[in-house]
Protein backbone atom coordinates (compact mmCIF):
# COMPACT_ATOMS: atom_id res chain seq x y z
CA UNK A 1 0.00 0.00 0.00
CA UNK A 2 1.37 3.40 -1.44
CA UNK A 3 0.47 6.35 0.86
CA UNK A 4 1.32 10.07 -0.04
CA UNK A 5 3.10 10.83 2.83
CA UNK A 6 5.12 8.54 5.48
CA UNK A 7 4.65 9.69 9.41
CA UNK A 8 7.81 10.66 11.11
CA UNK A 9 8.55 7.59 13.03
CA UNK A 10 8.41 4.73 10.68
CA UNK A 11 11.90 3.51 11.41
CA UNK A 12 11.04 3.47 14.91
CA UNK A 13 8.09 1.23 14.77
CA UNK A 14 8.12 -2.97 14.83
CA UNK A 15 6.00 -4.58 12.75
CA UNK A 16 4.28 -7.75 14.88
CA UNK A 17 3.85 -10.86 13.05
CA UNK A 18 1.90 -13.38 14.04
CA UNK A 19 0.51 -17.44 13.51
CA UNK A 20 -2.24 -18.54 13.60
CA UNK A 21 -3.53 -21.79 14.65
CA UNK A 22 -6.87 -23.49 14.44
CA UNK A 23 -8.32 -25.89 16.25
CA UNK A 24 -10.14 -27.64 13.60
CA UNK A 25 -12.53 -30.19 15.67
CA UNK A 26 -13.70 -27.24 17.86
CA UNK A 27 -14.83 -25.04 14.45
CA UNK A 28 -18.08 -24.92 13.37
CA UNK A 29 -17.56 -23.11 10.31
CA UNK A 30 -19.13 -19.72 11.10
CA UNK A 31 -16.42 -17.74 9.30
CA UNK A 32 -16.54 -15.08 10.76
CA UNK A 33 -12.86 -15.27 11.02
CA UNK A 34 -12.41 -15.48 7.49
CA UNK A 35 -14.80 -12.42 7.50
CA UNK A 36 -13.49 -10.18 9.55
CA UNK A 37 -9.62 -10.29 9.43
CA UNK A 38 -8.27 -7.19 8.54
CA UNK A 39 -5.22 -8.14 6.64
CA UNK A 40 -8.04 -11.03 4.83
CA UNK A 41 -5.46 -14.27 5.58
CA UNK A 42 -7.75 -16.84 6.36
CA UNK A 43 -9.73 -18.65 3.83
CA UNK A 44 -12.14 -22.09 4.05
CA UNK A 45 -10.91 -25.34 3.36
CA UNK A 46 -12.20 -28.42 1.41
CA UNK A 47 -11.64 -30.62 4.04
CA UNK A 48 -14.48 -31.78 6.51
CA UNK A 49 -13.31 -31.25 10.57
CA UNK A 50 -15.16 -34.33 13.23
CA UNK A 51 -18.30 -31.95 13.28
CA UNK A 52 -18.43 -32.10 9.68
CA UNK A 53 -17.94 -28.36 8.71
CA UNK A 54 -14.83 -26.54 6.62
CA UNK A 55 -12.78 -24.88 9.22
CA UNK A 56 -10.47 -22.45 7.96
CA UNK A 57 -7.16 -22.31 6.95
CA UNK A 58 -4.51 -19.94 6.20
CA UNK A 59 -4.20 -18.76 3.01
CA UNK A 60 -1.39 -15.90 3.75
CA UNK A 61 1.42 -16.83 6.30
CA UNK A 62 3.55 -13.30 5.81
CA UNK A 63 0.28 -11.25 6.47
CA UNK A 64 -1.21 -11.95 9.78
CA UNK A 65 -0.19 -8.95 12.41
CA UNK A 66 -1.10 -10.83 15.49
CA UNK A 67 -3.96 -8.29 16.24
CA UNK A 68 -5.90 -11.37 17.83
CA UNK A 69 -9.16 -9.82 16.00
CA UNK A 70 -9.91 -14.07 14.80
CA UNK A 71 -9.57 -14.74 19.01
CA UNK A 72 -12.07 -12.47 19.87
CA UNK A 73 -14.86 -12.82 17.61
CA UNK A 74 -14.69 -16.78 17.31
CA UNK A 75 -17.97 -18.03 19.37
CA UNK A 76 -16.31 -21.42 19.80
CA UNK A 77 -12.17 -20.36 20.85
CA UNK A 78 -11.21 -22.30 17.74
CA UNK A 79 -8.65 -20.51 16.62
CA UNK A 80 -6.12 -18.32 18.19
CA UNK A 81 -2.42 -16.57 17.33
CA UNK A 82 0.90 -16.08 18.78
CA UNK A 83 3.72 -13.73 18.56
CA UNK A 84 6.48 -14.73 16.17
CA UNK A 85 9.75 -12.93 15.60
CA UNK A 86 9.88 -13.67 11.34
CA UNK A 87 7.33 -14.31 9.34
CA UNK A 88 6.73 -17.72 7.92
CA UNK A 89 8.61 -17.93 4.90
CA UNK A 90 6.38 -19.82 2.22
Known amino acids: MNFWRVPLDTNEIDVVHGEVHIID ?6 GYCIEFCPRHILEFSLQFNAKGYHPPVVKNFKD ?15 IFSVEVDEPPVV
Open 64 to 78: CVNCHYCEVICPEFA
Open 25 to 30: DRCKGC
